[in-house]
């Protein structure tokens, strides 16, 4: 459906922005501030998108549209302004309407304060997806958690990472619409009991020891140019009466103010680990609370529809982002059981099949499990609940298994290893209809090893969906200047709904004039982006050298010191060989560490320790500038991603689920180096491996290397390159003479490096030299350049959610037709 047309003139900008600016920020344009100019422009825009907000929940209404609800504890959305402009197609109009009125759009901006609600990876993919679903004309409800405060902020303090509390509901939210009349009562605690009804048969009530409400907060996402305007619903928890009367008259003011405190601060802050570290009762108690509002709300939603509950599967595809919310098949048994009077079979199946189930980790240690006591106490209905989803599933399961009870202890839903444990992936698995792994390798280390008793019981359910990024804001509102020159050669703007599209640019791959114009593209924003390097962090950058960039959190598993080892072994190279013929190179580092993640913290550090040392030396400050980056979120990605021409993805082969940073440094024309790992393996396929560096060890010979009994000081004492590039950091040079200040980091990989950066590490430097060959040809580097470009169509988040839509959701498209909107009919 095209969308309706907004033919906005600029003086129609112009006065909304003013009306906007008086009427809600309650400024004359002579005291107000830059701020103030992005909130009226932000409402201003609001004003164009409400209609089709409105619309398409009339339209879904009254259509009883089939509607996916993606669960997730993370949505990661970066700013809103400049994609609802995007997607409205009106960035023109409204930047020459700033203009004539003397203010820069790019200006106005920067001034929307990021919503970090997510960590990484996982977040991100939720908000790609809920982009891609707008654009697809996909019913969607995202629902999630309104954390008052976000990830942190990273600033970098002596090398060292230092938080701070990310503020960004303080000056307030223009895209946000509370809802206070859908709040819902959410239990915790207490006891629950048998009553015998009527007819002989029992129900049971849970009397809670306390209750919050959750309130729901409203944010539309708009589809690309089409009328679509979808629904991120987020939850807020408040105390349920906003006082205690009965304290407060006995006199006790605090004790009545300290209850609506304890409520509130159920979603204060998002956990800023990604993985768990160890099971916090007030992280259950968030997912809890946001499942448990988000399915009454879709019982809310059943309800208006007059649709009967048994066909709550029918009305409901609900995806499960990872097992944070995986608590929902229990609450939607309970709300079905006890509240409605289901009986078990049915609700079973109803249950089942509404649920899929995406899982994101390969690393055995990150599944989640909960103390069994800790989740008695806080939701004793629910324990009740999976005891008897256990007790059933076993009962079936253990002939099947020829009574083999070491692979039903396996299956259960509580593990009895250190201490009694409910496995949410387990329970996962046994809830839904569908299990998928996020790239081909990982499904395929799913079916074989993390979840191999379960693919054995229900192969049928398994399949792949590997990720995607939205190309929206990827690549049309990252990289205007690329996006431009794509348009221009294949003739029109389609490959921004269509990725692959790009595919017509490899008529060009030939064309050494366009791979000229292609190159200066890439230089352009190598030199803006050098700019605001050296705004950030005063280190001034050369944008002929060639930029290598790992961005992304900080884990042992990403193996960023494999990265920063290869760069103190090319400083020594540098040092010794004045002759050593190289491309000039800066590397370029980003990513947040988990506060509480020592070695994570510990490489921080190192990596700014090393460039502290070699940018300053004159020997190679002309050939090697390392350049650390602070604070990692989607609004820094947006300008890294268009200046980068290397990209590093270099984890241990069989860690990385998927990687969807590497996706876009791809379409961005980067090359990557990298291993055998996650999407890696298919970027390479799509691209060629003629136009991709690979390196290292892959799944297989991980493990087997791991069983054959892995030395890494075997590595360390045979290659006289990485025992110069360890000693260097054991001596103390990079620590004004400090041998203590790294030494958790040199004996953790000399005597246990658990990811094997030393077994990859001499593979890893041979392949950096290719990498350099390569750009030393200049014509031959900007054609795998373009060709990564022409050849990423595949990692679309559209292609995606397509999939999901097909094989899991079994959703259709609804066109949004816009009728105006004096023409609804009131109730
Ligand atoms: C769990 C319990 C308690 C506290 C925190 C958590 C938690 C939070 C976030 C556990 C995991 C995460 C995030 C995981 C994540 O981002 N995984 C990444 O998902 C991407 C999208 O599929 C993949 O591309 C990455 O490979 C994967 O690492």
């Not at 649709?307 to 048994?310: A, I, K, M, Q, Y």
């Given at each position: 459906m095209a969308q309706t047309n907004l033919q906005l003139t600029t003086e129609e900008v112009k006065r909304s922005f003013f009306r906007n600016l008086a009427?809600?920020?309650?400024?004359f344009p002579a005291l107000a501030s830059t701020f103030d100019y992005y909130m009226a422009l932000s409402y201003t825009v609001r004003d164009m998108l409400m209609a089709r907000w409105v619309g398409t929940a009339s339209e879904y209404t009254e259509k009883h549209s089939r509607t996916v609800a993606y669960l997730s504890?993370?949505?990661?959305?970066?700013?809103?302004l400049a994609l609802n402009l995007l997607n409205l197609g009106v960035t023109d109009v409204v930047r020459k309407a700033m203009l004539e009125l003397g203010l820069n759009l790019d200006e106005l901006l920067l001034e929307e304060p990021e919503p970090g609600l997510g960590n990484g990876g996982l977040g991100r993919l939720a908000a790609c997806f809920l982009d891609s679903m707008a654009a697809m004309e996909i019913p969607s409800i995202g629902y999630g958690i309104r954390y008052e405060f976000g990830i942190f902020e990273q600033v970098i303090i002596d090398g060292w990472q230092v938080e701070k509390t990310d503020k960004w509901l303080l000056k307030g939210n223009p895209w946000e619409i509370v809802r206070p009349e859908w709040a819902v009562d959410i239990k915790f605690g207490g006891y629950t009991e048998r009553l015998e009804k009527e007819n002989g048969e029992f129900s049971v009530r849970w009397v809670p020891g306390w209750q919050v409400k959750g309130i729901p907060y409203d944010t539309p996402i708009l589809g690309y140019k089409n009328n679509t305007a979808n629904t991120l619903r987020l939850w807020q928890s408040v105390a349920p009466?906003?006082?205690n009367f009965g304290r407060f008259n006995e006199g006790d003011y605090y004790g009545a103010v300290e209850e609506k405190v304890a409520s509130e601060?159920?979603?204060?802050?998002?956990?800023?680990?990604?993985?768990?570290l160890q099971g916090k009762q007030l992280r259950l108690q968030q997912q809890y609370f946001f499942v448990s509002c988000s399915l009454q709300d879709m019982l809310r939603i059943m309800k208006v529809q007059r649709?009967?509950?048994?066909h709550f599967h029918e009305k409901f595809a609900v995806q499960l982002n990872?097992?944070?919310?995986?608590i929902a098949i229990a609450e939607l048994m309970r709300l079905l059981l006890?509240?409605?009077?289901?009986?078990w079979d049915i609700a079973w199946h109803v249950t089942q099949n509404t649920f899929g189930y995406t899982n994101h980790t390969?690393?055995?240690?990150a599944l989640e499990c909960w103390p069994v006591d800790l989740f008695q106490n806080l939701l004793p209905r629910l324990m009740e609940i999976i005891y008897e989803i256990n007790d059933r599933f076993l009962e079936r399961v253990r002939p099947q298994c020829l009574y083999d009870t070491e692979q039903v202890a396996r299956l259960s839903?509580?593990?009895?290893?250190?201490g009694r444990q409910v496995r949410m992936a387990n329970l996962a698995c046994v809830g839904s209809h569908a299990i998928n792994g996020v790239a081909a390798l990982h499904t395929e280390l799913l079916k074989s090893d993390v979840l191999a008793d379960f693919y054995r019981f229900w192969p049928e359910k398994f399949s792949n969906k590997t990720n995607g990024v939205t190309p929206?804001?990827?690549?049309a509102l990252c990289n205007p200047r690329l996006s431009r020159l794509i348009s221009d050669a294949i003739g029109d703007e389609r490959w921004i709904g269509?990725?692959?599209?790009?595919?017509?640019?490899?008529?060009?791959?030939?064309d050494s004039n366009f791979l000229e114009i292609w190159h200066d593209a890439k230089r352009l924003n190598k030199h803006d982006f050098a700019l605001k390097l050296y705004e950030r962090t005063m280190v001034g950058v050369d944008p002929d050298s060639i930029f290598d960039v790992q961005v992304k959190r900080i884990h042992e598993y990403k193996r960023q010191h494999l990265n920063i080892l290869y760069i103190i072994a090319l400083y020594q190279r540098l040092k010794s060989d004045p002759h050593f013929d190289y491309h000039p190179r800066t590397f370029i580092f980003a990513g947040k560490a988990a506060p509480g993640y020592h070695l994570a913290k510990l490489i921080i550090k190192l990596i700014n320790s090393v460039a502290h040392v070699v940018n300053r030396d004159p020997a190679t400050k002309d050939f090697l500038k390392v350049v650390f980056l602070p604070n990692f979120n989607v609004s820094n990605g947006q300008l890294i991603y268009p200046a980068a021409d290397l990209s590093e993805q270099?984890?241990?082969?069989?860690?990385?689920?998927?990687?969807?940073g590497n996706m876009k440094f791809a379409m961005n024309g980067a090359l990557t180096i990298g291993t055998l790992d996650g999407a890696n393996i298919e970027i390479r396929e799509e691209v060629g491996e003629e136009n991709f560096f690979l390196f290292g060890n892959t799944a297989e010979q991980v493990q087997r290397l791991k069983d054959s009994g892995y030395t890494p000081r075997d590595y360390y004492q045979n290659d006289i390159i990485l025992r110069e590039a360890v000693d260097l950091i054991r001596s103390g040079f990079f620590s004004?003479?400090?041998?203590?200040?790294?030494r958790d980091l040199t004996d953790n990989l000399l005597f246990s490096d658990p990811f094997m950066v030393f077994a990859d590490f001499n593979a890893y430097y041979a392949c950096q030299v290719e990498v350099d060959l390569a750009y030393r040809d200049r014509m031959r580097w900007n054609r795998m350049s373009l060709l990564n470009t022409a050849r990423?169509?595949?990692?679309?988040a559209d292609r995606t959610i397509a999939e999901y839509c097909r094989d899991i959701w079994k959703v259709e498209p609804v066109s949004i037709h816009m009728p105006?909107?004096?023409?609804f009919k009131l109730r």
């Open positions: 009427n809600v920020q309650g400024k504890a993370e949505f990661l959305m970066g700013p809103h009466e906003s006082f601060n159920l979603t204060k802050v998002l956990y800023p680990n990604d993985g768990p649709v009967g509950l048994e990872d097992t944070h919310p995986a006890d509240e409605h009077e289901v009986p390969l690393l055995p240690e839903l509580i593990g009895e290893w250190g929206r804001r990827w690549l269509d990725l692959s599209q790009l595919k017509r640019l490899e008529d060009k791959a030939d270099i984890s241990t082969a069989g860690k990385e689920a998927s990687g969807t004004h003479g400090d041998v203590g200040l790294f990423s169509g595949k990692f679309s105006p909107l004096d023409t």
